[in-house]
């Protein structure tokens, strides 16, 4: 555990949280949604799931990606790390879900690799930083 920097790694998991909820506040605002509840309202439609799923996934990889260039190291196991702790606060407010099973266990079984994604793209944006510092 000493080679995570959880500095980075909650850096990333903010990113990766915070982006989501926007997310979602602006998808009931640009639907118009009133007198339902936020969680009712989307978790109904298939085509608003598949949205949710991309979209999630896509602010995974990038909070791994965050988690990955803030640590500077280890870059892969940085934003699994964001992953693993988004499934944990996954699990814990899964009681209230109103989402299918098999989209909180699609979802579940995703945001791990999809957050070490983002920790290993973020291994090829050092690497082009060193490159441009090397002399010529």
């Known amino acids: 555990m000493k080679r995570i920097k ?3 790694v909650f850096v990333g998991l ?4 915070g982006g ?10 640009a639907q ?6 936020i969680l009712d309202a ?17 602010l995974t990889i990038f909070g791994g990606f965050v988690a990955g260039l803030v640590a500077q190291r280890d870059f892969a196991l940085h934003g699994a790390a964001v ?8 699990v814990i407010s899964l009681p209230g879900s109103t ?5 909180d266990a699609a979802s579940a079984l995703s945001v791990i690799p999809a957050g070490a994604f983002g920790g290993f793209l973020a291994t090829f944006m050092n690497w082009t ?8």
Not at 14 to 17: E, K
Not at 32 to 37: A, P, Y
Not at 129 to 136: G, L, S
């Open 6 to 8: 959880w500095s980075a």
């Open 14 to 17: 903010l990113v990766d949280i």
């Open 20 to 29: 989501t909820f926007f997310l979602g506040i602006s998808l009931v605002v």
């Open 32 to 37: 118009g949604i009133v007198g339902v509840t």
């Open 83 to 90: 992953g693993a702790l988004t499934v944990v606060m996954s």
């Open 129 to 136: 930083d060193q490159r441009r510092q090397e002399p010529r």
């Open 42 to 58: 989307m978790s109904q439609d298939p085509r608003q799931l598949l949205f949710q799923f991309s979209f999630g996934l896509a």
């Open 99 to 103: 989402t299918p099973p098999w989209y």
